[in-house]
Nanobody
Framework: QVQLKESGGGLVQAGGSLRLSCAAS????????MGWFRQAPGKEREFVVA????????YYADSVKGRFTISRDNAKNTVYLQMNSLKPEDTAVYYC????????????WGQGTQVTVSS
């Protein structure tokens, strides 16, 4: 099992920045990819960004390219999401997720952290 704990959400004005963190514990050696997803009120959960744990390859949703940056610290088993130039439409609960090797889908999820961007 892998446990994920997010932190860093909050309220920010449009144009501002926030940094989210996701600390993984447990069987972290099994992780091949980690990602961030978000869910706005009344909408389905959507993919935001992902990073491969070994090579550091990154994948971004078009809606956040150029504004969000994902990074990792393997020694700390932590993934970060730097969010700049935030927009009101970025308001959502942000979830960290981890994918073990051999699986197509993300198996482990954090509890989520609220990000609210005011206009």
């Amino acid at each position: 099992q892998v446990q994920l704990k997010e932190s860093g959400g909050g309220l920010v004005q449009a144009g501002g920045s926030l940094r989210l963190s996701c600390a993984a514990s447990g069987r972290t050696a099994s992780i091949t990819n980690m990602g961030w997803f978000r869910q706005a009120p009344g909408k389905e959960r959507e993919f935001v960004v992902a990073i491969s744990w070994s090579g550091g390859n990154t994948y971004y949703a078009d809606s956040v390219k150029g504004r969000f940056t994902i990074s990792r610290d393997n020694a700390k088993n932590t993934v970060y999401l730097q969010m700049n130039s935030l927009k009101p439409e970025d308001t959502a609960v942000y979830y960290c997720a981890a994918k073990p090797g051999g699986l197509a889908a993300y198996k482990y999820w954090g509890q989520g952290t609220q990000v609210t961007v005011s206009s």
